[in-house]
């Protein structure tokens, strides 16, 4: 939907009020590697700043990322082809985020907010300074109601709440973009808030059209970051959406948030902490890597009025879901779902193991009689595991155990339940009778 000519003027009033009269410059010194050192001007950490030079035309967006005694450390936002020493350091603002509201729908944006679908532009504003905290924890709702997702192994054995943040734990190519896609186009959300951190430039469009589909986008806004964009602006897409998902939020709506992966969050911070000097501390993560996590992650969540629930993808180096941004991520998170490789590799789609899955606020959510299916599901599946090495080599006989006996029965219905193609919706209470009447003896 294109902006209204009412709201571009509104865009260009915001832009005119927020200009600064006075400019405060500086002058680039050094550049070492990725990092570019100047002397001044006066500004603070997560400002941005602009880097000119009249002898060769130049212009590029920076970033302050730290500072180094009296100098200021910058990193670029675009290519720095023609930057030399003594190049103008212009200080600006912290950037403004998008005005969130029924015109911001079904839009596409960069990491900093700005139109990335050239469909014209966003109102913008500068929020107040102390707005980007998480919601004070004595005023946060309950959760108490289940967010429905349409897809039915979630909905039944790691049900999401309003308000409660999950995280999608899975090597690469198991399916997360595709299960994200599902969720989005089924879920019961008022709004839907994607954002696209690290993403390759090639799957964004595909993302866009076939997974998330006209009628998910039209409900959403997208942030995207793709992979080849600078460390900085990687990190500040995940910021960004998570902002306008809190702008929606606090109008009351309720929100899903979906972003795609919090790992490239942490790998875009390892890489400016290890630029600007910061030793690496755990598998060359930074120690900012483990500061930035809960800041992002806590923001998320139930708020006063409208609540978002989250759902954080964390891309598992080797499938080692104890690698140190998995473990981090699941000790903040109310959860975790996991993704098997072995079963994609058996054509079981979603792949979501639901043994290794877990929701903590099943019982607060759920029905008792919905939570006492689910277990006594997860009771079988888990026997069957526990012998299936016996099984698969014929050492298993009929009648010697009544457990394992009904195990084997329900094995491969209860697998038949947990599949459900790309484009089936299944309703949540629909999912619990079917699971019920295959229980049923």
Request: one cysteine or more; charged letters at 25%; a neutral charge.
């Amino acid at each position: 939907m294109s902006p209204s000519v009412a709201e571009c003027f509104d865009t260009l009033r915001g832009q005119v009020r927020h200009a600064t009269a006075v400019r405060r410059l500086g002058r680039v010194v050094a550049v070492t590697g990725l990092v570019i050192e100047s002397d001044g001007p006066n500004v603070g950490l997560g400002e941005f700043c602009t880097l000119r030079s009249e002898r060769e035309q130049f212009e590029v967006m920076a970033e302050v990322v730290g500072f180094r005694g009296e100098r200021v450390l910058l990193m670029p936002l675009g290519d720095v082809a023609g930057l030399h020493s003594g190049c103008s350091v212009v200080a600006g603002e912290r950037p403004p985020v998008p005005v969130t509201g029924p015109a911001l729908l079904g839009r596409v944006l960069d990491a900093l907010g700005r139109p990335f679908d050239e469909l014209g532009p966003v109102p913008m504003h500068r929020p107040p300074a102390g707005a980007a905290r998480p919601p004070h924890p004595l005023r946060r709702q309950r959760i108490r109601r289940p967010l429905a997702t349409g897809v039915r192994a979630l909905d039944v054995f790691a049900p999401l709440g309003c308000g409660q943040r999950l995280g999608l734990f899975a090597g690469s190519g198991v399916g997360k973009s595709t299960l994200l896609g599902m969720i989005a186009r089924s879920c019961d959300a008022d709004v839907i808030v994607i954002g696209l951190v690290g993403e390759r430039g090639r799957e964004v469009r595909e993302f866009l059209e076939k997974d998330l589909g006209a009628a998910g986008l039209a409900r959403s806004v997208v942030v995207v970051a793709t992979s080849d964009t600078p460390a900085p602006l990687r990190l500040r897409a995940a910021f960004t959406a998570t902002a306008v998902a809190e702008g929606y939020r606090d109008a009351g709506k309720n929100v899903l948030l979906l972003m795609d992966s919090v790992t490239r969050c942490a790998m875009a911070q390892r890489e400016i902490g290890l630029a600007i000097g910061e030793p690496p501390a755990t598998r060359g993560y930074t120690p900012s890597v483990f500061a930035m996590l809960p800041r992002l992650l806590e923001r998320s969540g139930a708020g006063e009025s409208g609540t978002i629930t989250a759902l954080y993808t964390v891309l598992v180096e080797g499938d080692d879901m104890n690698e140190p941004v998995a473990d981090t991520v699941r000790g903040i998170l109310d959860g975790h779902l996991v993704l098997s490789r072995s079963l994609a590799h058996a054509n079981h789609y979603p792949a979501i193991d639901v043994l290794e899955s877990v929701s903590r606020l099943t019982r607060d959510i759920c029905l008792p009689a919905e939570v006492e299916a689910a277990g006594r599901a997860r009771e079988h599946l888990a026997l069957y595991r526990k012998n299936e090495d016996l099984i698969t080599i014929g050492a298993w006989q009929r009648g010697a155990s009544a457990p394992l006996d009904r195990a084997v029965a329900l094995h491969e219905p209860l697998r038949t339940f947990l599949r459900q193609g790309v484009d089936e919706a299944a309703p949540r209470a629909a999912s619990f009778s079917r699971l019920t009447q295959l229980l049923t003896p």
